[in-house]
């Protein structure tokens, strides 16, 4: 079975997308690190020992990647919502059976297989190409080689995902591509003309929030 690892915020830049995440959840992301080769970096915030927060943003120090940033995040439409500020646009889940999974979909489904390592941590990873994640609702797949990986290593915020949740038109299809990956049980599906996803958090003084796509 998978699980979700972490949800991830697009930004224009990590200075914005830090005083997003402090405005809405009241704490504020910690230094990441770059992804070389893939035109992005990261700030990072734990939501406890299993789930954690991402803000994720193009790093001016690298050259636009062939095959574009993750998270469609060289789409035009994209570049224009986070022109109005950064919003959450994606997720990623952890499987203890990355390969498995990805040989069974295929690269043109799955993404290609890329391995990384950050510090004490690596990790294998395949990130769903465009067109084919049903607008970030379809997640990229992580396998931590610790069988852990970055949430337990990060201070806790107080934070915590309460419930992830998304919409599209096509519900059968959003359905059978999330039992593909064995995560049927992950979150919740709706019916809607326009595809979203929906975070819903809860601070760490107890008020409850919720971050949206689109």
Known sequence: MAEIDH?????????????????HLGARPQ???????IGTHNLVMGLGPDCYLE????????????????????????????EAGPHLIG????TPALEAVAARLGPAVAGEVRAWKRGTLSWRMAMPPQRQDMRNLIPSLIQWDDGQGAAPRLAD????????EAEHHDVDALRQALAARGLEEALKVRRSPHPRLVARMMRAD?????????
Request: charged share 20%; with cysteine.
């Open 7 to 23: 949800i991830v915020i697009g930004a224009r830049t990590l200075d914005e997308g830090a005083a997003y995440v402090e405005a």
């Open 31 to 37: 230094p990441g690190g770059r992804h070389d080769g």
């Open 55 to 82: 803000v994720i943003a193009a790093d001016p120090d690298q050259p636009t990647p062939p095959q574009g940033r993750p998270f469609d995040l060289d789409d035009p439409s994209v570049k224009l919502m986070l």
């Open 91 to 94: 997720w990623v889940a952890r």
């Open 157 to 164: 915020s107080g934070c915590r995902l309460v419930a992830l």
């Open 206 to 214: 107890g008020t409850e929030v919720a971050l949206a796509s689109g």
